[in-house]
């Protein structure tokens, strides 16, 4: 059964500034693995989607990386902004049959100070 | 906009009486799947729905949760005889096939308190 952690729960930083959030996954068999944003009461959006032959993927100032081996998923943020303060939530799937089972994290709480 | 859409955004009901959430899955979407946040807690998977079938329930709970997808119309979630310990958001995504490389597009959700 996939399990995934994130660390750290929340987040403050000075607008900016570079940071990393982390994921961890148990089940390394996996296809791809998505970050997601979520706002307060919204839905979540998606952010990026890293396929298991991809390393890391990039959408402007996010860039996300993949190593399966360690069950391991970084999220990188780039001159951080007031308004890049959300949760930001790993998903990874399952293995083999229950592969379209989204297995979330409990999220990085990011807070970005002007 | 050809986003996933759910209604209604905020449901209160009381306890033992009924509630029903519906979903809309992207245009050319025939897959969904419908996921809960507890307070304070992941989203954790419900059930994943094609067109007229339940492919997989295995994380809906056994008794007073039901979820179909008819042929015409949005996808359903229905929580017969609420209990406060029901008081959750619920997402709805939706993706183009089943394929494990498919990326899943989620609704902004349904807000649902049990008084």
């Known amino acids: 059964k996939q399990e995934v952690t994130q660390i750290p729960a929340a987040l403050s930083v000075p607008e900016g500034e570079n940071l990393v959030l982390n994921c961890s996954f148990t089940d390394s068999a996996i296809y791809n693995l998505q970050w997601f944003r979520q706002d307060p009461g919204k839905g979540l959006t998606s952010l990026l989607l890293i396929q298991s032959s991809q390393r890391e993927q990039t959408s402007g100032r996010l860039n996300a990386s993949l190593d399966k081996s360690s069950g391991r998923s970084t999220l990188y943020i780039a001159a951080s902004q007031p308004g890049d303060s959300a949760t930001y939530l790993c998903a990874a799937p399952g293995s083999g049959a229950g592969s379209y089972q989204l297995t979330f994290g409990k999220g990085t709480k990011l807070s970005v100070i002007p | 906009n050809a986003g996933v859409m759910q209604n209604p955004r905020h449901l209160v009901r009381r306890r033992g009486q009924e509630a029903r959430l519906r979903c809309s899955p992207m245009?050319?979407?025939?897959?969904v799947y419908w996921y809960r946040q507890l307070p304070e807690e992941g989203l954790k998977f419900m059930v994943y729905l094609q067109k007229e079938n339940i492919i997989d329930e295995s994380g809906m709970p056994k008794e007073r949760f039901s979820a179909e997808f008819p042929k015409e119309g949005p996808s359903i979630l229905r929580i017969q005889q609420v209990v406060r310990g029901d008081s959750a958001a619920y997402f709805c995504?939706?993706?183009?096939?089943?394929?494990?490389?498919?990326?899943?597009?989620f609704g902004d959700g349904t807000r649902l308190s049990i008084l």
């Open positions: 995504a939706s993706s183009l096939t089943g394929g494990h490389n498919q990326p899943q597009h």
């Open positions: 245009k050319g979407h025939s897959h």
